[in-house]
């Protein structure tokens, strides 16, 4: 393809974006363009919209996976282009669009110049935005039959030089996950607060101590940010004394297991409560979790050397950044790395109204993907 209609694709994708497990329309024309790039395999429907693309070139050698997500999120365009979103209130305000065509273009790559051994599956994941995607899929039986050796991703970064690599050994994205705990004891009159059981003492302490556990050294294996999100207690009634409330926290660790580690304690806490006041209905809600993206030092080394084959600048990132990133659930299960390819020094931030995927570096993360296959196949 020239690069002329990878940009055209890239903007057709922008136009009509679609929310996380909406994929459908999105999976198809992606399905449409990579029929024209003839893999070996085409299989739709995995994890839900999902699409990989399977390249078989030669039974002996390595099996890789490259995976680009899909889905947009829930902000409005704002950027005046022509190609704006037509969907209002849905945007490609991630660059999960810039994503899908790099894999498309990657695709195009090895249609045109076939490696001389392995195979190379090509995942196009729904679902990133609420950590759902990457699990679905890995549960899909198309998964669970398939060898991986390595798996890769990459994701567009603003603030960064255009083209340039940004990678790690060991965590790249924080562990992440979200929680909501909902408490109902009972009311009474606001005159008899006693008479009430109020939520009030409960959810305060699960706030100081998801405070006490905040360790905002980035770099550190201890690195814990609680954030809490949304509390609140009783309802607008003058009359009445407070008697349910509720807590969100957003909770990220440097690693997966401190995360779980917090995750228990948690739960923990809320179990012990439970047990000294029975007659509170408590209910613990996880959600949208994304694990760790923990880059295997082999893995991250074909990513620097294919960045210096391809001259592009590298960067090595000194601390996991702090953003979930649901690629994390390969790289638990393969040895494999996310890196970072810069958008540009003054390109508007991620999930801001404003931003909007630079197409410049779209030739230069399939070239990326192209090379770090080649090196791993056929060294």
Same mark, same amino acid.
């Given at each position: ?5 990878? $940009?055209?694709?890239?903007? @057709? ?7 996380? %497990? ?24 995995? %994890? ?6 399977? $390249? ?21 365009? !704002?950027?005046?282009?022509? $190609? ?47 950590? /759902?995607?990457?699990?679905? @899929? ?21 603030? $960064? ?5 940004? #990678? ?5 994205? #924080? ?35 998801? /405070?006490?556990?905040? #360790? ?28 349910? *409330?509720?807590?969100? =926290? ?22 012990? !409560? ?43 990132? !000194? ?19 996310? =890196? *970072? ?32 296959? /080649? ?5």
């Amino acid at each position: 393809m020239e690069i002329e209609e990878l $940009y055209r694709i890239r903007e @057709m994708l922008h136009r009509y974006p679609e929310l996380s %497990g909406q994929e459908q329309a999105t999976s198809q024309r992606v399905a449409q363009v990579l029929e024209a790039l003839k893999p070996t395999h085409l299989h739709t429907g995995i %994890g839900g919209y999902g699409v990989v693309a399977e $390249y078989v070139f030669a039974e002996e050698g390595e099996t890789l996976l490259f995976r680009a997500d899909m889905d947009a999120i829930a902000v409005d365009e !704002a950027a005046e282009i022509p $190609y704006a979103s037509e969907h209002p209130g849905v945007a490609h305000k991630c660059g999960h669009d810039g994503h899908t065509t790099i894999l498309l273009a990657f695709a195009d790559l090895l249609h045109r110049a076939p490696l001389r051994r392995g195979r190379v599956l090509l995942a196009f994941q729904p679902a990133e935005e609420t950590g /759902e995607g990457a699990v679905q @899929m890995l549960e899909d039986p198309f998964f669970k039959s398939k060898r991986i050796d390595y798996a890769f991703a990459l994701h567009n970064l603003p603030g $960064y030089p255009a083209g340039a690599v940004v #990678c790690r050994e060991g965590s790249f994205t #924080c562990s992440v996950v979200s929680c909501t705990v909902e408490v109902e004891g009972k009311t009474a009159h606001a005159a008899e607060p006693e008479k009430a059981l109020s939520p009030t003492p409960l959810l305060l302490r699960l706030l100081r101590e998801a /405070e006490g556990w905040d #360790c905002n050294q980035p770099g550190s294996a201890a690195y814990f940010r609680s954030t809490l999100i949304e509390l609140h207690i009783g309802e607008e009634a003058y009359g009445v004394a407070a008697g349910r *409330g509720l807590i969100r =926290f957003t909770f990220r660790a440097a690693t997966e297991n401190l995360l779980r580690e917090r995750m228990q304690e948690l739960e923990d806490l809320i179990a012990a !409560a439970g047990e000294q006041q029975p007659a509170f209905r408590i209910r613990l809600r996880w959600q949208e979790p994304f694990q760790a993206n923990e880059n295997h030092p082999e893995a991250a080394a074909f990513v620097r050397q294919a960045a210096a084959a391809l001259q592009l600048p590298y960067v090595e990132a !000194a601390t996991p950044f702090a953003w979930g990133e649901d690629f994390g659930a390969f790289t638990q299960r393969y040895r494999g790395a996310m =890196f *970072g390819l810069g958008a540009g020094e003054h390109v508007a931030p991620l999930h801001s109204p404003g931003y909007d995927f630079p197409n410049a570096i779209i030739n230069d993360g399939a070239r990326l993907f192209y090379r770090i296959a /080649e090196r791993i196949v056929q060294p």
